[in-house]
């Protein structure tokens, strides 16, 4: 019954790999966040969707493509990873219309470019 | 350019004592503002939140307070307990701002039995 599930929760490979990583909600949310939290340990916000439509992106790689099926997912695909690509992805969603907080966040991808 | 910042990289609490956490922000858009709960491996949980208009907010153990005119808020938890030793991040976000979470550093919150 998870409300906000990532897969996978680790991730190891290699500079220069493409890699995914995957988002769903079922708590019918409108609104899904990727969010990377850096070695210093800030969450600092990548992209928002609202109902398949990108409303926020951050100042990120182009290398960096989110990619929204339908309003319960969001995916994350990096190409060309590099070693400043090590870190934890949060994957988020909120209803726009709900309490200003509202935000779900989901356990974490662990990516490790080596 | 932090714009939510928690100076306080850990704290260390007695069981039972009551455990303050800091918090203080830039952007005076910011109408809205939260605290977060995170224990390794898992995802940031809320835990309690404040608009701009009130100054206080309580929720059992917690209570967060919010001095505007200083740009800054604080979390209490009384008493507190070991099980709620993990990292506390301060956030904040505002309808101007794009309602995109802005979140501090974090603050690691230890309570000792």
């Known amino acids: 019954d998870t409300a906000v599930s990532q897969t996978p929760k680790y991730l190891v490979t290699q500079m220069g790999n493409d890699k995914s990583i995957k988002c769903e909600q079922n708590l019918g949310h409108d609104t899904m966040y990727w969010y990377k939290q850096d070695s210093k340990k800030f969450l600092k916000i990548m992209f928002s969707?609202?109902?398949?439509?990108?409303?926020i992106n951050e100042t990120v790689p182009n290398r960096f493509s989110p990619k929204s099926p339908d309003k319960a997912h969001l995916n994350l695909h990096i190409n060309s990873l590099e070693l400043g690509d090590s870190a934890v992805y949060f994957c988020?969603?909120?209803?726009?219309?709900?309490?200003?907080?509202?935000?779900?966040f989901g356990s974490g991808t662990r990516l490790t470019v080596v | 350019d932090q714009q939510v910042k928690q100076n306080s990289p850990s704290l260390s609490v007695q069981e039972g004592r009551i455990s303050i956490l800091n918090c203080d922000y830039t952007?005076?858009?910011?109408?809205?503002f939260l605290w977060y709960k995170k224990y390794p491996a898992e995802g940031p949980t809320f835990l309690i939140s404040i608009s701009s208009i009130k100054d206080k907010n309580e929720d059992g153990r917690f209570t967060v307070f919010l001095n505007k005119s200083a740009k800054h808020l604080s979390l209490h938890i009384v008493p507190s307990q070991p099980g709620d030793s993990a990292v506390y991040f301060c956030a904040a976000n505002g309808m101007e701002y794009g309602n995109k979470l802005v979140f501090g550093a974090g603050t690691i919150l230890r309570v000792k039995s």
């Open positions: 952007n005076s858009m910011f109408d809205y």
């Open positions: 988020a969603s909120r209803q726009s219309r709900g309490t200003p907080g509202g935000y779900t």
């Open positions: 969707y609202n109902n398949k439509e990108l409303i």
